[in-house]
């Protein structure tokens, strides 16, 4: 059987990669994005160069009906067998006591109610088991102190979610993961104000350089595919050492 995946925020940074290689991999793939057309309909190219079958869709990922639309057109594809759970945001890099009430409200909304509504959706359409990959950060174990605590915290409660639908959903042939990647060369940095922050923040990682996307994306694919067969609720990290 084919597999059919989605991956939200596939438009861009360590999702764009996930999609690329799932594709070279031989998913057929539905990406997710919020605004960036230009950005997703390059990855689409890419997806469909390779041979394989590709959606883009916008798709909000906090909004429960754009998600049971993006998940409606990725079943156009076939029976969807798996999603990775990557669409997230951070907020200006900064001191707790800056932390503005909406950029809290925004992080927690995108960073873990769209996880839930979209593991929600997988859940209820994998009928034949499937697999789940959750983008969480080696943020929540380290607590990003004078950064960004809230979306430590956050992505805390995304390890917590993977335990939880690890447990409830393996009688049911899901399996659910998550990768924790460290400092990765994305626009995000620049969206939380530090635009060089890979390359600012490399003297503290042991590897000594911040990781690429394609190399969260190999993680991706591996818990994603049959060589995970018996992972189930495990974190996998892949921060350089960090
Ligand atoms: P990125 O380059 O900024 O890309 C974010 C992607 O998410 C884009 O495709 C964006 O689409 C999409 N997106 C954002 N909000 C959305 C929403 N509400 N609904 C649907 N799509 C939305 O980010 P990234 O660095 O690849 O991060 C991907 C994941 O990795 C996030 O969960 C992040 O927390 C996690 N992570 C990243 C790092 C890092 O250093 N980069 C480290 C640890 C964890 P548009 O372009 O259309 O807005």
Redesign the pocket.
Request: without cysteine; neutral net charge; glycine residues 20%.
């Given at each position: 059987m084919t597999s059919v995946t989605i991956v939200?925020?596939?438009?861009?940074?360590?999702?764009a990669a996930t999609a690329r290689r799932l594709a070279a991999a031989g998913h057929d793939i539905a990406i997710?994005?919020?605004?960036?057309h230009t950005?997703?309909k390059a990855v689409l190219d890419d997806i469909q160069a390779t041979g394989r079958r590709g959606l883009a869709v916008p798709?909000?990922?906090?909004d429960p009906d754009q998600v049971q639309r993006l998940f409606d057109a990725a079943a156009d594809l076939g029976p969807v067998t798996g999603l990775v759970n990557?669409?997230?945001?951070?907020s200006p890099i900064g001191p707790f006591t800056e932390l503005r009430t909406d950029d809290l409200r925004q992080v927690v909304d995108?960073?873990l109610i769209?996880y839930v509504l979209c593991a929600q959706q997988a859940a209820r359409r994998m009928t034949h088991g499937g697999a789940i990959v959750n983008?969480s950060?080696?943020?929540a174990t380290l607590g990003s102190p004078g950064e960004y605590i809230h979306y430590a915290a956050v992505k805390a409660a995304t390890d917590t979610l993977t335990l939880g639908l690890a447990k409830e959903l393996a009688p049911h042939g899901i399996r659910v993961n998550a990768v924790a990647?460290?400092?990765?060369r994305?626009?995000?940095?620049a969206?939380s104000g530090v635009p060089d922050r890979p390359d600012s923040a490399a003297g503290r990682i042991p590897l000594g350089r911040a990781g690429e996307?394609d190399e969260v994306a190999a993680a991706i694919a591996w818990l994603l595919g049959p060589d995970a067969s018996y992972t189930a609720g495990a974190v996998l990290r892949v921060a350089g050492g960090l």
């Open positions: 939200t925020g596939g438009s861009r940074g360590i999702g997710g994005y919020r605004r960036d950005a997703a798709a909000d990922t906090t990557n669409a997230g945001i951070t995108v960073n769209g983008v950060s080696a943020a990647p460290g400092i990765i994305t626009d995000i940095h969206l996307p």
